[in-house]
């Protein structure tokens, strides 16, 4: 991540497989909660640099509503 970071830069859309891939592994691992900060910084830099449109969105959208109902936060997950 901290090669992506510096060549592309910290809000990169080449950053989006790498902190999927790392919450991923948070998941495996049951750390939910690194999984929600990596998918949601994956979200974030998703809708800023690709648009609302992009699939990428969605999918991260999709990711972190996951999170949320394994931490049975069913409000959080509903946006």
């Not at 690194?34 to 990711?63: C, F, M, Q, W, Y």
């Amino acid at each position: 991540m901290k090669i992506v970071e510096q060549t592309h830069g910290p809000d990169s859309p080449e950053l989006l497989s790498v902190l999927t891939n790392l919450g991923n592994l948070d998941v495996e691992q049951g750390d939910l909660e690194g999984a929600l900060l990596h998918r949601t910084r994956a979200d974030e830099i998703a809708l800023s640099k690709l648009g609302p449109a992009h699939p990428s969105v969605g999918i991260g959208a999709h990711n972190i509503g996951d999170l949320w109902v394994q931490r049975e936060r069913f409000a959080e997950a509903t946006p």
